[in-house]
């Protein structure tokens, strides 16, 4: 299994799922999964669009810390740092 970090590239969205975190075989498969949960979730009022969102695989093999800072940048960034 592998863990994906889904993201919308557009922030100003109202009733948009911002950020999500997937474990899936791959990134196809957890692509669809997302997709699916946007269509069935009664909170939010899009559907994924490759341009909307980006979908990066997050190595779990390799120390690492993402971060989401608010206003414009509300995009988790990876924070990097000598391993301990």
């Given at each position: 299994?592998?863990?994906?970090?889904?993201?919308?590239?557009?922030?100003?969205?109202?009733?948009?799922?911002?950020?999500?975190?997937?474990?899936?075989?791959?990134?196809?498969?957890?692509?669809?999964?997302?997709?699916?949960?946007?269509?069935?979730?009664?909170?939010?009022?899009?559907?994924?669009?490759?341009?909307?969102?980006?979908?990066?695989?997050?190595?779990?093999?390799?120390?690492?810390?993402l971060i989401q800072y608010?206003?414009?940048?509300?995009q988790f960034d990876e924070?990097?740092?000598?391993?301990?």
């Amino acid at each position: 299994m592998n863990v994906y970090l889904i993201q919308s590239t557009d922030c100003l969205i109202d009733q948009a799922i911002q950020n999500a975190i997937v474990v899936a075989e791959n990134r196809r498969t957890a692509i669809k999964k997302f997709s699916k949960e946007l269509r069935r979730n009664p909170d939010c009022h899009q559907s994924y669009r490759s341009t909307g969102f980006s979908c990066k695989k997050i190595n779990i093999n390799k120390p690492k810390m993402l971060i989401q800072y608010g206003g414009d940048t509300w995009q988790f960034d990876e924070v990097e740092y000598e391993q301990e």
